[in-house]
């Protein structure tokens, strides 16, 4: 209780002391301010940038994903006759892909794209077709909103169906009456037996849609355009997706799939895996050097009010040199001054941080909100902003504390 009493009665002089001479105060309290400032609304700054960013790739689909797509095999010069003979990307590849760890394997998309003359009783346009297979349309973040997905027989057999996004709707079919109608793609006249959900992300909120062309999607199953459109009886693909939720077995499932394949493709380096989670991390590894920038603009912002402290209660100090003196004649101890101008020192940078972390929120939501983004901030940004001012504030009120409960009764007494 005594010690209760005593950090009370030390609070309250400090805090008379810091509101009798407020303009000092102010003036000290100023860099511990802007420090914070400047330390929390950089971290929130690019915690949001990244915060949108991961948004991002989970509208596409999520970041549990690992590509394989094809190559050349031959960057320079003419190919050699096994790699002419090479017969690429194609599905034994995502067939054997998924065998090596199908209790870590959540799905599996094939994609193989084709362009056609797309004629329907509305319009008449060259455009991409996408052959689908597996669960593409899980993978890649789609959903659908009228009708339904491609059946296994429909899958296997290449059936004539398709299922259309809105921009394609409103090309082919502006009557909205598209579920059971019918598309011309080339020569081959197609069903529509569904439709996909709007794809809407905004980077910023006055930019256009990001995905405005995922929604000029006309789906047919892969072996439609495989072995109809392309007559390929491989069965090649642009595109294999694994979705494996479990980021532990990546790297290794990665590795296990390079040596599958290129087994596959007779030792030929014509393909390539591309992790989307490792691409999102080195994407984040970026932005934790402008996090270093910011926190080192934080620490000079700190270091600098710091200086200026140590300066302004060295000069308050010469003031206070009787006051002092009468402490310690009544009976202060040296390490009781000590605590008290320590215990000032400290209220002040506790208040600052306050307003710097105020101030840090303010900036933050305006530099967000001018480029159009949505304001994400951490617990971590805010311990340290404050937990910096904090170290700074203690170790620049050293000197002076110290200095003060140094001092000699008798000589601060006769201190004019």
């Not at 007779?266 to 996090?291: H, I, T």
């Amino acid at each position: 209780m005594t010690t209760s009493g005593a950090f009370r009665e030390r609070l309250h002089g400090a805090w008379v002391e810091i509101r009798e001479n407020f303009g000092r105060s102010l003036l000290q309290a100023i860099g511990v301010l802007l420090g914070v400032a400047s330390v929390l609304g950089g971290f929130s700054i690019s915690d949001s940038q990244r915060r949108r960013a991961e948004q991002m790739f989970v509208k596409m689909g999520g970041l549990d994903k690992l590509n394989v797509m094809p190559r050349a095999a031959m960057r320079e010069g003419q190919p050699t006759a096994l790699q002419q003979a090479n017969l690429g990307l194609r599905d034994a590849d995502a067939i054997g892909g998924e065998a090596l760890q199908s209790n870590a394997i959540q799905g599996v998309s094939r994609q193989k794209g084709a362009r056609a003359r797309i004629v329907s009783p509305y319009a008449d346009q060259d455009r991409s077709v996408s052959g689908i297979g597996g669960d593409y349309i899980p993978t890649n973040g789609y959903g659908i909103g009228q009708g339904r997905n491609f059946s296994t027989a429909e899958m296997e057999a290449g059936a004539p169906v398709a299922i259309l996004g809105t921009e394609a709707i409103h090309t082919f079919f502006p009557t909205g009456e598209v579920l059971g109608a019918s598309l011309k793609i080339g020569d081959i006249p197609v069903t529509i037996i569904g439709t996909f959900e709007e794809r809407v992300f905004r980077w910023r909120e006055d930019q256009g849609n990001q995905f405005w062309w995922r929604n000029r999607i006309i789906a047919v199953p892969a072996n439609l355009v495989q072995r109809r459109m392309n007559g390929d009886a491989y069965r090649r693909l642009d595109r294999v997706t694994f979705r494996i939720p479990d980021m532990s077995v990546m790297s290794g499932f990665a590795r296990q799939l390079k040596n599958l394949v290129t087994a596959n493709h007779r030792l030929q380096d014509d393909f390539r895996l591309d992790d989307v989670a490792a691409r999102v991390r080195r994407m984040q590894s970026q932005g934790d050097v402008y996090n270093l920038i910011f926190l080192l603009s934080g620490v000079l912002a700190l270091v600098g009010g710091g200086i200026v402290n140590v300066n302004i209660q060295m000069a308050s100090l010469r003031e206070r040199v009787r006051e002092v003196g009468v402490k310690m004649a009544i009976g202060a101890s040296g390490r009781e001054i000590f605590k008290s101008f320590m215990t000032e020192a400290l209220l002040l940078t506790a208040l600052g941080g306050l307003a710097g972390l105020i101030l840090g929120v303010g900036f933050s939501w305006i530099i967000t909100k001018s480029i159009g983004i949505p304001l994400y901030m951490t617990p971590a940004s805010f311990v340290w902003a404050y937990g910096l001012a904090a170290v700074f504030g203690f170790l620049f009120a050293l000197v002076p504390a110290w200095k003060a409960s140094r001092l000699s009764p008798m000589e601060a007494l006769r201190y004019e």
